[in-house]
């Protein structure tokens, strides 16, 4: 089932005359109407159609929202286990650098990863796609929403797929350049790792704490002690 805000979409005519998907518009789904149409499948497949043509982005980003909470509640009503709930949207994630994103479309992914968080046994997939770029993004999105995936977070650009990922960034290890303070005999210089924020960070950033310095707590590696330090050395962590 293809669910849109219109009565037609692109996606909708493209999975229906390919899978057999049925389009329906978001103010018709009813859990009555979505166990009659899949009676006979044993899994419900659900393609949500962001919609994207509206001046006023901050009432369609609620409008959206409001869309995909009411098909969510529609779907936990019905008999089925089984949940394939695709999201797609239209430019709300940034591929490169210089694209304009669309931040009503970004919202959904957040409400999309609530989703998959308070139902296990669905599975939630985000697609993000550019739907100005002719109909090059239909290929790959008619691969991702009918067909098991791991990666449950894409976006399609010029007919490709990208995913996240986490990637640990190159740490500078020549010091030979570093100019190092002075330090007093009681002084402890260390190379930090990680640095850790707290509420009172957070209230001296709003100004409700004097002071201009955030993170004072940290992990990392020792680097240098003063003439009077005996219970560090440099090395340890």
Not at 87 to 107: C, H, L, R, W
Not at 116 to 136: I, K, T
Not at 201 to 212: C, N, T
């Amino acid at each position: 089932i293809v669910v849109s805000r219109a009565k037609e979409s692109t996606v909708g005519k493209v999975l229906g005359s390919e899978f057999g998907f049925r389009h329906l518009p978001i103010s018709e789904v009813s859990p009555t109407q979505l166990n009659e149409i899949v009676s006979r499948e044993d899994r419900l497949q659900v393609v949500y159609v962001a919609h994207s043509e509206d001046s006023d982005k901050s009432a369609a980003e609620e409008q959206s929202c409001f869309e995909v909470l009411q098909l969510a509640r529609q779907l936990a009503a019905t008999e089925h286990q089984k949940v394939f709930l695709s999201i797609v949207t239209n430019k709300g994630q940034q591929i490169t650098k210089d694209e304009v994103t669309d931040p009503g479309q970004a919202s959904l992914w957040g409400l999309g990863r609530c989703l998959a968080a308070e139902f296990p046994n669905w599975l939630v997939r985000l697609v993000d796609c550019d739907f100005g770029e002719s109909e090059s993004y239909l290929a790959p999105l008619r691969t991702l929403v009918t067909l098991p995936d791991e990666e449950t977070e894409q976006a399609i650009r010029l007919g490709k797929s990208y995913v996240c990922r986490l990637v640990r960034p190159s740490l500078h290890k020549d010091d030979s350049s570093l100019q190092l303070p002075a330090l007093a005999d009681d002084d402890i210089l260390v190379r930090y790792r990680a640095i850790g924020l707290n509420f009172k960070d957070m209230a001296r950033f709003r100004g409700l704490v004097s002071g201009d310095v955030l993170g004072l707590e940290c992990s990392g590696t020792v680097f240098a002690v003063g003439s009077k330090v005996t219970k560090f050395t440099p090395g340890d962590e």
